[in-house]
C-alpha cells in the first residue's frame, strides 16, 4: 500500500456559512429561479451565467464568444459531445477555449483560467459554469439563497444573484423548449 503526505488545498482554511444574514427580504417560490451570476470573462462582464452544479462540464455559447470579439478560429478541437442542455437532444461542441473568469470586486476578487466546451444553439444564457469551475474556485452554491460564495485573498467572497435576470432566463429557457418540442 502506498502513503502519500496530504496537502492541504489552498483556500480550505477558510470557513464558508450560510445564514439569516443572506436571506432575502422577500423571495417568491424559493428554489424555482436558477441561479444566474455575472463574472468578468475575457475583460468582459456577462450578466447570464448560470451556475450548474449537476453539469460535469463548463459550455460558453459561440454567439457569446462572437459577441465578445473572440477569434474563433483560435478554438481547440473537441469531441466532447454532451446531452440534457436541449431536451432530447445531444451536441457536439465546435470547439474548446480557456478564458480567464473573475468573480468580485477590485478589492477582493478571485480569477481562475477556466477550460469551456464552445456551443453552437442558443440558450438564455452567455455561459454555463458547472462542477469543474465550482472546484476550481472551491465555490459553494446557495439556491435557496441565491448565492455563491468561495474564498478570496479578503475573506469570503459573496455573489448574489439578480433575480430579474434569473427570472428572465428561465422565462427564456421555457419559451427555447416549448419551440423546440
Known amino acids: 500500500m502506498f502513503k502519500h503526505s496530504v496537502e492541504p488545498l489552498r483556500w480550505s482554511e477558510t470557513p464558508i456559512t450560510f445564514d439569516r444574514r443572506d436571506h432575502w427580504i422577500h423571495l417568491p417560490r424559493p428554489g424555482a429561479y436558477p441561479l444566474v451570476v455575472s463574472p468578468v470573462v475575457s475583460h468582459v462582464r456577462l450578466a447570464k451565467v448560470l451556475v450548474d452544479g449537476g453539469s460535469a462540464l463548463n459550455i460558453i455559447f459561440a454567439s457569446t464568444l462572437q459577441s465578445m470579439g473572440y477569434d474563433m478560429t483560435s478554438l481547440v478541437p473537441s469531441d466532447q459531445a454532451f446531452y440534457d442542455i436541449i431536451p432530447g437532444a445531444g451536441s457536439t461542441p465546435v470547439g474548446r477555449a480557456t478564458l480567464p473568469v ?11 483560467y477556466v477550460n469551456f466546451e464552445v456551443a453552437e444553439f442558443e440558450t438564455s444564457y452567455h455561459a454555463i459554469l458547472g462542477r469543474p469551475s465550482l472546484t476550481m474556485f472551491m465555490a459553494i452554491p ?27 432566463c428561465e422565462a427564456k429557457n421555457i419559451k427555447l423548449s416549448d419551440t423546440l418540442e
Open 102 to 112: 473573475t468573480f468580485g470586486t477590485r478589492d477582493n476578487y478571485r480569477t481562475k
Open 142 to 168: 446557495n439556491h435557496t439563497y441565491l448565492l455563491l460564495k468561495m474564498p478570496a485573498p479578503k475573506g469570503v467572497l459573496s455573489v448574489y444573484v439578480d433575480l430579474q435576470t434569473s427570472y428572465t
